[in-house]
């Protein structure tokens, strides 16, 4: 960011101190932003390249530098400045500008960061580390009882981060801490959405589990690992990746590192017999990887340059993974390619039959491998729990049968066990609650930008049967990734498609697929 | 390092406040070293991983964690605990122990730090800058009058830098500049060892043209990538370089790169027609990284954890590379493998044929196509006209006359432009004199340190020719890595060979090498 640019952006400051201290925070902010890639850097090297020895001295390494950023981020000088910006009534002319997303932001984490009494952080990082080495426990031993306790501890930690956090007079506690994912969110609103998504999907499961649907067996086909790795790379390049400022690699649990706009790491994983996963775990991370190369470079490092929430990240990655990647257009595009990258092995395979294959519905009682249709049940599952422990409506003693009960009223299926039930999921052992909702508002957001993109650029299916993703990548580029922060998720979606977001989009969607496949 | 072994190592210490003294300089110098790992790891990534969007921005990463190594490594408070730990007697009683090198080292590095003055140390930064840039265009328009004002400036900061660090009445300003890369080293002794390893190189080389020598044709043999990369790790895994705590990738220039003991990361090149300088690169830096991963573990980030200088560093990769990789021995044990590995395309290819192709003499002007011979004729060249010019006994522009005449003298080779002349290197063009002379330093110390090695570790060749090299490494192990800086250079070859550096090793090697190659 040029001097230049921060003073065109500090111009609604009506005082000269303002715009110093605004200055000032920019380049504070920008400087904290520079240890945090490297930050990255150094947790994307571990999981993609470190040897295993080196897992000591990088846990020093990234402990101090995440000392250092700590220190920074909640320094009294940076309190000081916000208060001088603030204090200034300037911004209140466009709460949209650049300047006044930076202030409004820089406020929400400086708040955020240091509002925390050190000892609470400290009881919680320790609690998470005990509790998950107990998750690890309970779940090889399947035995929900072990880890019951542990819960108790991290729900009554985060009740007393909410408290800390605060939260207006008609929210509650949740609500603080989805804050950290999503900012801005609720449970309320959230519950608005989940409420009809749910009745709708549980009624459209019902209609699909009694019909005959296609077959699986492209799924279980075995393909070599370097014609899978080329064919990925062929994929999200023509996605529009861009493999000059980012880079594709390998790794246990497929992610994607932003270190800067120019600069996208994103990691996949294969195995001959899953070309299926290694595909849409790809397809899912460049969704990622191009909202990250998308955001605007001027702005680095502060909130005007950065990814929203975690909902419209998520937004990005379903939508190159689903409404892009599990099209019948994509597949009149692909399945030649696919002939022509694997040969012989794949020649037996229809485009109906690879199309089918990867939009099979198949209820079962683990998150990771659901297909489109249920993972929404299994997230919502998870929202209903986790607020009800934070509530205090529900004893964590009680989390198995609550659990199994809901997963045979949503999903159908009754779950074997506690590890593969309400064990199953690392978060809660971590401390994270309020965050897996975020799963299911990034399929929602997908869907109503997406049906708005289709009103927007005319024929899409028509383009992606040519393997043309330019005009989707470039609408995304402005309407979603240029703004930055500017507007908060439920804001940016009004904006850009008109209507406050909604199950709507998303059911109509699911619906339009599956009616077909499986002759609704 | 844990409080228990700084405390251990304290122990010569008279005074509590020295030992204090002495725990916090440690635990500065260690964070310090974690920062500088950090530096290694973004360098590493630049070179083997980046995207190459990502350059500016990894430009400033690396200015930021650089100018915190360098505030931390210069403050006063740092020179206040020296002071202290110097204050105090108790570290005569033994120069050698862990607590004295690390005093002793960290004071050399303090001052070479602090005796610059910020100007100088600006203008020094600018000029290699804007002087590198000229080197480029001089060196693509073969005329070194272009880049010659700026070698006369570069000198001119180098001299006003060795004033600056000062050095002994009896010694030059040379001396000062070699110490920043070779610790205790000086342009006399530099002289001592260079000056009769010239005159009998010369007349070995002499000897060696007047005769037919082995063919290369092995070296012209085209080989797939793949199969290049599996054989030079199947090679250096053997040689007892540990995966587990390294890596191997590739880059335009190899190099080794320590981030800590336990992640060494070092990288090779490959050309379908070059097979010999990717095994002969990748068996020299496995030298570096087996000597990265000897050094003590318990020490790291401390001088007494730290390689003792450039000179030592490199006589371990190129005793790897040549006292091993070049042998006799060697070839006879990997001759079969080197079948195994490749098949049909290196039968007609005798273990002979490949030995021999591996030590061909062949003088040309380019230091870095250089053979084992010719390699330290080049950097004689460098070492005695950068002298000259610091001395102000030879004018910059003069250069060209003095390099031609030199190459001609000892080499016996005309340089045909200044591009293949004195403007091949980057080295002076950056601002480094004093640097060149490691090479042959290396190979010096090499030569006399695996005499001593085969003196005491029985019959190292029938080692070698079954592909058992655990043996050497463990020795160099515990001879050469695990003191860390505990001795200079001069002082680790006279304590471990019983005798100060001497160039009849290294003679007596080629002479004995090269003597039934050509037929002399």
Redesign the interface.
């Known amino acids: 960011m040029t001097t230049t640019t921060i003073e065109a952006d500090a111009r609604l400051f009506t005082t000269p101190a303002a715009r110093t201290a605004y200055a000032e925070l920019i380049g504070e902010m920008r400087?904290i932003a520079?240890?945090r890639?490297?930050l990255s850097?150094?947790a994307w090297?571990q999981e993609a390249?470190?040897?295993?020895?080196?897992v000591?001295?990088?846990a020093?390494?990234i402990g101090?530098?995440a000392k250092m950023v700590h220190q920074r981020s909640t320094a009294r000088e940076l309190g000081e400045k916000l208060a001088v910006c603030e204090g200034d009534g300037g911004l209140a002319a466009d709460p949209h500008s650049v300047a006044a997303t930076n202030v409004r932001e820089a406020r929400r984490r400086y708040d955020r960061q240091t509002k925390l009494p050190t000892e609470l952080v400290q009881e919680m990082t320790l609690t998470a580390s005990k509790a998950k080495a107990e998750w690890k426990e309970a779940r090889k031993a399947a035995d929900f009882s072990r880890f019951a306790p542990w819960l108790a501890k991290v729900t009554e930690l985060n009740r007393r981060q909410a408290e800390c956090f605060g939260f207006p007079a008609d929210g509650e506690p949740w609500d603080a801490l989805a804050d950290g994912f999503e900012p801005g969110c609720t449970a309320r609103e959230v519950e608005g959405v989940f409420k009809p998504l749910r009745d709708r999907l549980v009624a459209l499961l019902d209609r699909v589990m009694g019909r005959p649907g296609p077959s699986d067996a492209f799924h279980r086909l075995e393909l070599p690992i370097d014609k899978q790795r080329e064919f990925v790379r062929f994929v999200v390049a023509r996605y529009g990746f861009?493999?000059?400022?980012?880079?594709l690699d390998e790794s246990t649990h497929p992610f994607c590192s932003g270190?800067?706009v120019?600069?996208v790491r994103m990691t996949t994983r294969f195995r001959i017999d899953n070309f299926a996963d290694a595909l849409s775990s790809t397809c899912h991370e460049s969704g990622h990887g191009i909202y990250n190369q998308g955001l605007p470079r001027e702005h680095?490092g502060t909130p005007a340059g950065s990814p929203i929430s975690l909902g419209i990240h998520e937004s990005q990655s379903r939508m190159w993974e689903n409404q892009v990647g599990r099209s019948a257009a994509f597949w009149r595009w692909a399945h030649p390619e696919l002939k022509r990258h694997f040969g012989a092995p794949v020649a037996a395979f229809s485009e109906a039959d690879v199309y089918g294959a990867c939009n099979r519905v198949e209820p079962s009682f683990i998150r990771v491998e659901a297909d489109e249709l249920t993972y929404n049940l299994h997230i919502m599952v998870r929202f209903e729990i986790e607020r009800a422990l934070i509530r205090g409506d529900l004893d964590s003693n009680d989390v198995p049968v609550a659990w199994n009960t809901k997963y045979r009223e949503y999903l159908g299926v009754e779950v074997p066990d506690d590890a593969q039930g309400c064990l199953q999921d690392i978060h809660w052992s971590q401390g994270a609650m309020g965050y897996f909702p975020t799963y299911t508002l990034g399929n929602l957001y997908a869907a109503q930008l997406f049906d708005t993109a289709r009103a927007e650029l005319g024929d899409v299916d028509a383009q992606f049967a040519v393997g043309n993703f330019a005009p989707l990548k470039a609408w995304l580029n402005e309407k979603v990734h240029a703004p930055g922060m500017r507007y908060r998720a439920a804001e940016l979606c009004e904006k850009v498609t008109g209507a406050p977001l909604s199950a709507d989009p998303l059911l109509t969607y699911l619906e339009g697929k599956l009616a077909p496949l499986y002759r609704l």
């Open positions: 400087e520079v240890l890639s490297t850097l150094l090297d390249k470190m040897p295993r020895g080196g000591e001295h990088r020093g390494q101090m530098l861009d493999f000059d400022r980012g880079r270190i800067h120019d600069d680095w």
